[in-house]
């Protein structure tokens, strides 16, 4: 009988408190260490709501990824009881031509996903909160809709405990050392040894381990939140919307009726800095955009937002994440997860189970090759 494994996961957030469950649910000795707490606000998994979608702008081959992701939320609500991620669908416009749409049009095509390509008449009848320009397409992706990131942090690391994980609060990690065929963790209480270890730091991924040969971007994300003037946002049908272009954007319906979220890509946000030092404070001049995109496509939201929140999320030069063992002999038992460039959260549970694979197998059968790979992880 093989011995139990020891895995400690560095980082309990987004990534890391789904891959303390995963690895926790396959037998694995799990020891989580958080430089605060499972469902804290002060990185990505923030802002009460994050969209879960099928169709993918960016590549159609994260759809069986999406589709993997996809169950194992399911399978997440159900051991846990907990309403994790409604489906309420969301739509996806921008100009016909753009690269984006005609990835999201490829990716319905080629996986048969349940949606439906709404004409500007019929988006204009059904959701009037909208305005379409000409050229514009809108597709209704169905198996879509939020996701609540706090409450899931939290109810994926109690998972993993229940299944008797460990998970030490408040304990930052100094130090991740490759020693003798497993790693050691160092923390300001001493030093613990490991068969492997996940780290899923998000924005601290340059301050832990300052010697990757990849950049991660971190960068400042502010979230915005506006009132209707009108009802259309709260009807039978409750959509998140992502547009493209001019300005990519994306935006939910608040789950308590009362305001829309609204957020903007990488390339309209600043860089962080240090991650330790966030600035939290939202300058009137950063609201410019906002106003902008509101007149433009949203002209039913009141201007003046009721609520002003900062995160922070890392970025890739691809956009794709970095995922696998670090490179270098001795290093094949540290698993890095970082970089997820914004698409992340959905995918969370399937980069969880990913992470378990590697830390407990040495590979995965995944489809994660396109990704920025860091060693052999396929199977």
């Known amino acids: 009988m093989a011995a139990r494994k020891r895995v400690a996961v560095v980082g309990v957030g987004t990534m890391g408190s789904q891959a303390a469950w995963r690895l926790a649910a396959r037998g694995a000795e799990v020891v989580g260490f958080d430089r605060f707490a499972p469902g ?22 994260y759809v069986p990824l999406l589709k993997h992701a996809d169950a194992l939320w399911e399978r997440l609500q159900q051991e846990t009881g907990r309403e994790l991620r409604r489906l309420t669908g969301c739509l996806l416009m921008g100009p016909v031509e753009h690269h984006q749409m005609a990835t999201v049009l490829q990716s319905i095509a080629e996986h048969d996903l349940d949606h439906e390509v709404l004409e500007a008449e019929a988006l204009a009848k059904r959701f009037p909160q909208y305005l379409l320009e000409d050229g514009d397409a809108a597709v209704l992706d169905r198996r879509a809709g939020f996701i609540r990131p706090e409450l899931t942090v939290q109810t994926a690391a109690r998972r993993a405990e229940q299944l008797g994980a460990r998970i030490h609060r408040y304990t930052p990690v100094r130090e991740i050392i490759p020693v ?39 960068r400042r994300l502010v979230s915005v939140w506006y009132v209707p003037t009108t009802d259309a946002w709260f009807g039978e049908e409750r959509p998140a919307f992502i547009r493209t272009a001019p300005t990519h954007c994306y935006g939910l319906p608040s789950p308590d009726g009362v305001s829309v979220k609204i957020g903007l890509s990488r390339d309209l946000h600043r860089p962080a800095g240090d991650p330790n030092a966030l600035d939290r ?42 995922v696998g063992p670090l490179p270098g002999a001795g290093n094949e038992n540290v698993i890095l997860l970082a970089g997820f460039s914004g698409h992340g ?35």
């Open 180 to 218: 003798g065929g497993g790693v050691e963790v160092s923390t300001d209480s001493g030093s613990e040894r490991f068969d492997a270890v996940v780290v899923t730091v998000g924005p601290w991924v340059n301050d832990l381990l300052p010697g990757l040969p990849w950049e991660v971007d971190i």
């Open 345 to 379: 959260f959905k995918l969370s549970p399937a980069f969880g189970d990913i992470a378990a694979d590697l830390a407990l197998d040495g590979h995965t059968d995944q489809p994660i090759d396109f990704m920025t790979t860091l060693g052999r992880t396929a199977a």
């Open 281 to 322: 404070v939202v300058q009137p001049e950063e609201l410019e955009i906002f106003t902008e995109l509101l007149r433009r496509h949203l002209p039913d939201l009141h201007p003046d937002p009721i609520r002003l929140s900062v995160y922070m999320e890392g970025y890739t030069e691809s956009s794709r994440p970095l």
């Open 40 to 61: 804290h606000d002060r990185s990505a998994a923030g802002g009460e709501t994050r969209i879960f979608r099928s169709a993918h702008f960016e590549d159609s081959r």
